[in-house]
Structures are given as structure tokens and as C-alpha cells.
């Protein structure tokens, strides 16, 4: 079985399920959740696909960026429209971002599309169009951008690479709240610190994100931001993964290279999706060979945790860091 981009971003190591369409009751923002008039207006913003000028402040915003809508959402706008990625398809916005969705008072529609169709966008009449974590490439951004002003995601990263904080960053100029932005970054930037500085055993410990299927591993590249959030605590890639994924954001791996997952930390990741879960993970006789799985260095992602891992997000990672940081406390802890 080949693992498409889209399950791969979902965690589905296993066929995709049916995808229903569903939208929230109407679609209009309120009318606190734009941007302030003319703060920081008109704005142009480079991305990989050239450049977008804003030329006020937005009052529909349409996310079709499968996780974009937490960092409007954060930042205090309410999007007429998000993207379903998986979850709960009436809404399409997850639990942790739930608080911020009720402070904008909108009511977005759920556009459900598993390549991005044009005439969904369009329909929700956008004045700005949002996809940094999309698969946006030159060609349908082309079309795109022809419907509203559409921002893509910052140059210089691998495709689904971009940093939580630089995609926080990069909406909130769009949005012109750049100043809210740095607060967001700021604070959850500090609280990764707190635990790498209680954590100094982790510095330079090399970490594997892993991920199994009925026939196949998996482990995500230094540049995924699922690694990123392990590297944010002090751990390292190691560079043999970025090898092994080219220019794709993870790689996959026979069982007989099990052994290339045996690190300092090993965490399994995208459980929901791996026939028979943990307990398939803990009775495979080439993983309990492995020293991280024998000496207990290792960290399995399920239930709520293994939602906000996927999502990566200046709303989410605040729930990750409760759910993995004490496991891997215990997986490697304080002499």
C-alpha cells in the first residue's frame, strides 16, 4: 500500500474513509472578527508562489490550509470558511481551538475537499484566501489567487514544513495583527523553554517520529513539524532520515530497516491509524528487539494527544506539551 500526501498528513496508514461533506450553520463572521480597519494596510507579503497584495483589512478570510484556521482563529478572526482535514467534519475546528472560535462569534463553512476546488472558494465570495499547510502548487495557485488575494506558504521550506511560529507570524501580517502574533509566539515559545531547561538531559539526544502501517514504517524528516516540536525541546534529527525522505517531508521504511528507529527516543506516532494500535506496535518482534523499546525510551501518541500532535499549531501545541512532556519525562528522565 502507498501512502498518498493526504493520508500521510492525516496519519492514515491505512485507506482513506468515505469524506462527507458538511458546513456549520452560515458562514458570515462577526463583526469584531476582521482585522482592525486599515492597521497595517495596504500590505504585500512574498511567499512561494510570488507575491499578494492586501489592500485593506479582510472581512471574509477563507482557510484552506488544513490546520491555518487555528492561527486565524488565535489571532482573533473569524474565517468564513476552513477546510476539513479530518476530526469532526461539521465544523472542522478542533476542541482545543474551540474557546477561540466562540470569541469571533463565526460560523464558518466546512469546505470539505480532498483537492481544492475553485468553485467552493469562490462561493464563499472571499477577499483574502489562506494556505500556508495546503497543497496549493504554482499551478492551482494560479487559479486560486484569480478568485481573491491568496498568501501560499513562505519560501525556503519543504512542502508541509513550515514552522508553527513563522506560519503564525506570516497570518498574522496578513491579518494585520502582527503585534498579537509575537505575543503568541513569545508565550508559547517560552513555555517549550521551561520544559527544555527543566530537561537538560534531552540536548542533542537523537529522536525518531515513527509510524507503522500493515506493511510499512514510516519516520518524519528533520523538517516536518512533528520532528520540530522534539528538536524545539532539545533533541536531534537524525540526518540519515532526511536522507532517506528526499524532498518529502517522511519516509518510508521496510520492517527489516526497523533498526534505523532505534534512537535515544523513539515516538510512535498516528496510533488511530495502525491496525490494532499500540498493541500491534508493542507485539512486533523486530520492534521489541530494539533498545529504545527494551530500555523503555519510548513514547506512544493516542487519543487527544495524537490529534494535537498531527495539527502542530500555535492553539494545539499547548495540549501536546501537557500530553507528551511528562511521557517523555518518564521515557528519559533527570539523572
Not at 521496510?254 to 534512537?263: H, N, P, V
Amino acid at each position: 500500500m502507498e501512502f498518498t500526501r493526504r493520508q500521510m498528513l492525516l496519519g492514515s496508514l491505512a485507506a482513506g474513509g468515505v469524506l462527507l461533506t458538511g458546513c456549520a450553520s452560515g458562514g458570515e463572521s462577526a463583526d469584531g472578527g476582521a482585522a482592525d480597519a486599515g492597521e497595517g494596510f495596504p500590505v504585500t507579503i512574498e511567499h512561494e508562489f510570488g507575491s499578494t497584495t492586501i489592500e485593506r483589512a479582510p472581512q471574509r478570510v477563507v482557510s484552506i490550509g488544513y490546520t491555518d484556521h487555528d492561527a486565524i482563529l488565535a489571532l482573533g478572526v473569524g474565517p468564513v470558511g476552513v477546510r476539513y482535514w479530518y476530526g469532526d467534519e461539521t465544523n472542522a475546528v478542533q476542541p482545543w481551538a474551540a474557546d477561540a472560535l466562540r470569541g469571533t462569534g463565526a460560523q464558518p463553512q466546512v469546505l470539505n475537499m480532498t483537492t481544492l476546488e475553485p468553485e467552493k472558494i469562490a462561493a464563499l465570495q472571499p477577499d483574502l484566501i489562506i494556505g500556508v499547510y495546503s497543497d496549493l502548487d504554482q499551478q492551482n495557485y494560479a487559479t486560486i489567487s484569480g478568485i481573491a488575494p491568496t498568501l501560499g506558504p513562505p519560501a525556503g521550506f519543504a512542502d508541509y514544513g513550515v514552522p508553527w511560529q513563522d506560519t503564525t507570524r506570516f497570518i498574522g501580517r496578513a491579518l494585520g495583527r502582527t503585534p498579537q502574533a509575537e505575543q503568541l509566539v513569545t508565550d508559547l515559545d517560552a513555555r517549550f523553554a521551561a520544559l527544555r531547561d527543566a530537561n537538560p538531559q534531552w540536548a542533542a539526544k537523537q529522536v525518531a517520529v515513527a509510524t507503522r502501517s500493515a506493511d510499512k514504517l514510516g519516520v518524519f524528516a528533520s523538517q516536518d513539524p512533528r520532528s520540530r516540536f522534539f528538536t524545539s525541546l532539545g533533541f536531534v534529527v537524525p540526518p540519515e532520515f532526511d536522507e532517506f525522505a528526499g524532498s518529502k517531508f517522511y519516509a518510508d521504511l521496510s520492517f527489516e530497516q526497523s533498526t534505523e528507529l532505534d534512537r535515544d527516543l523513539l515516538v510512535w506516532d498516528q496510533l488511530s491509524f495502525t491496525p490494532g494500535g499500540r498493541a500491534t506496535v508493542e507485539g512486533d518482534p523486530l520492534i521489541s528487539r530494539l533498545a529504545a523499546t527494551r530500555k523503555g525510551r519510548t513514547v506512544f501518541l493516542d487519543g487527544p494527544t495524537e490529534l494535537a500532535f498531527a495539527w502542530q499549531t500555535v492553539l494545539s501545541l499547548p495540549a501536546v506539551l501537557d500530553g507528551v512532556g511528562p511521557q517523555v519525562e518518564r521515557a528519559l528522565p533527570r539523572a
